[in-house]
Nanobody
Framework: QVQLVESGGGLVQPGGSLRLSCAAS????????MGWYRQAPGKQRELVAH???????NYADSVKGRFTISRYNAKNTVYLQMNSLKPEDTAVYYCNFYGQSFGSWGQGTQVTVSS
């Protein structure tokens, strides 16, 4: 059974940084395309960034140049480095597969950007 566990969220001031982690189990992680998604209150879940099994990355326009997605297959982990955070980045962040059927959604990690 696939399990995805996100961590690393918190409260940060505008302009600050956070690094999110997502540990995957129950799947052959190295062959999975992975994505980071977020859901703000009252909004639909949206794709923030994704990384292919080979390491190719892509970003939503709203985070391009500020966020970096990476992966470490030896630890079955995908990361999201978030810099220059803005209040509009406030959301619950989730990881899941990209371009494939979703695995079970984890609980996510809350990111709040506020002064």
């Amino acid at each position: 059974q696939v399990q995805l566990v996100e961590s690393g969220g918190g409260l940060v001031q505008p302009g600050g940084s956070l690094r999110l982690s997502c540990a995957a189990s129950g799947t052959i992680f190295s062959i999975r395309h992975m994505g980071w998604y977020r859901q703000a209150p009252g909004k639909q879940r949206e794709l923030v960034a994704h990384i292919s099994s080979g390491g190719t990355t892509n970003y939503a326009d709203s985070v391009k140049g500020r966020f970096t997605i990476s992966r470490y297959n030896a630890k079955n982990t995908v990361y999201l480095q978030m810099n220059s955070l803005k209040p509009e980045d406030t959301a619950v962040y989730y990881c899941n597969f990209y371009g494939q059927s979703f695995g079970s959604w984890g609980q996510g990690t809350q990111v709040t950007v506020s002064s």
